[in-house]
């Protein structure tokens, strides 16, 4: 099993930055992938970035979402179990509970790691929101 504590979230201004950090307990050591989701009112559950362990190695692929692409950047300190997503230029369109997401059965490819429900484990949420 896996534990995953998000937190980091607040308010802040459009324009404006905010750092999440996730950090994951348990089985780390076999923690393949991390991501982060996020929900807004009203919408579904949507993909923002994931950092992906290239086979056994140490070498660690990152993705984005479009939306955020330029302004976010995903990073991982595995000597903490950690994951942080650095938030800049941040727009009212971000507001959102923010989801961090382990995954440990190494199924976690680029074909799978947009859908939520390809993700095992999931941390409790952090509110985001970004005023204009």
């Known amino acids: 099993q896996v534990q995953v504590v998000e937190s980091g979230g607040g308010l802040v201004q459009a324009g404006g930055s905010l750092r999440l950090t996730c950090t994951a307990s348990g089985r780390t050591f076999s923690t393949n992938a991390m991501g982060w989701f996020r929900q807004a009112p009203g919408k579904e559950r949507e993909f923002v970035s994931a950092i992906i362990r290239s086979g056994g190695g140490g070498i660690y692929w990152t993705y984005y979402a479009s939306s955020v692409k330029g302004r976010f950047t995903i990073s991982r300190d595995n000597a903490k179990n950690t994951v942080y997503l650095q938030m800049n230029s941040l727009k009212p369109e971000d507001t959102a509970v923010y989801y961090c997401?382990?995954?440990?059965?190494?199924?976690?490819?680029?074909?799978?790691?947009?859908?939520?429900?390809?993700?095992?484990?999931w941390g409790q949420g952090t509110q985001v929101t970004v005023s204009s």
């Open positions: 997401a382990a995954d440990t059965t190494g199924k976690i490819t680029i074909a799978t790691m947009e859908r939520f429900l390809s993700w095992a484990y």
